[in-house]
T-cell receptor, first 112, second 115 residues
Framework: GNSVTQMEGPVTLSEEAFLTINCTYT??????LFWYVQYPGEGLQLLLK?????DKGSNKGFEATYRKETTSFHLEKGSVQVSDSAVYFC???????????FGDGTTLTVKP | DTGVSQNPRHKITKRGQNVTFRCDPI?????LYWYRQTLGQGPEFLTY????????KSRLLSDRFSAERPKGSFSTLEIQRTEQGDSAMYLC?????????????FGPGTRLTVL
């Protein structure tokens, strides 16, 4: 079946540091890949997505590239801010299957 | 577009009681999903609807769980004879099926505590 593996957290960075959160997946066919973010006390929000190999999703300075050869979708940001402190979830879904499969989340804390 | 709403936001119940949660999706969305999330884990799929049809149910969804989506609008998730292991955040999401992968929009969740 499908599965998503995220790097274990928590991750603590200083403001303006470079961020990488690793995500690898196991799936049949060609899933769409997503990063969701959950800020403290709030619901899950879509951060970015990519629907086919070599696509790059980007939003709010975050980027992730769909790498089919390594089955990865790592999240990166060049300079994090305190306001980026949140839990980040990697997920995949197949168009015809509907449901999404999520990783366990990575907690990011950015200190001033 | 007011987003996905869920009620109640919090529910505390005693073991053995029945509980029902409601989800109102984004109005033009034809798909509706239920997930369960426990502390330190990602959401786990429970079931989903396309319009009023329930298309898939997870093996996590025991006989004590039932979900409905009458008329393809709001949905309810009922848990009968609750157990302490049912304590979790229950998330609802909705999407509009397209060819490029479903983008699911999540509600704030209903936190269930079973005493």
């Amino acid at each position: 079946g499908n599965s998503v593996t995220q790097m274990e957290g928590p991750v603590t960075l200083s403001e303006e540091a470079f961020l990488t959160i690793n995500c690898t997946y196991t799936a049949t066919g060609y899933p769409s890949l997503f990063w969701y973010v959950q800020y403290p006390g709030e619901g899950l929000q879509l951060l970015l997505k990519a629907t086919k190999a070599d696509d790059k999703g980007s939003n709010k300075g975050f980027e992730a590239t769909y790498r089919k050869e390594t089955t990865s979708f790592h999240l990166e940001k060049g300079s994090v801010q305190v306001s980026d402190s949140a839990v980040y979830f990697c997920a995949l879904s197949h168009t015809n299957a509907g449901k999404s499969t999520f990783g366990d989340g990575t907690t990011l804390t950015v200190k001033p | 577009d007011t987003g996905v709403s869920q009620n109640p936001r919090h529910k505390i119940t005693k073991r053995g009681q029945n509980v029902t949660f409601r989800c109102d999706p984004i109005s033009e969305h034809n798909r509706l999903y239920w997930y369960r999330q426990t502390l330190g884990q990602g959401p786990e799929f429970l079931t989903y609807f396309q319009n009023e049809a329930q298309l898939e149910k997870s093996r996590l969804l025991s006989d004590r769980f039932s979900a409905e989506r009458p008329k393809g609008s709001f949905s309810t998730l009922e848990i009968q004879r609750t157990e302490q292991g049912d304590s979790a955040m229950y998330l609802c999401a909705s999407s509009f099926r397209t060819g490029g992968g479903d983008t699911q929009y999540f509600g704030p969740g209903t936190r269930l505590t079973v005493l």
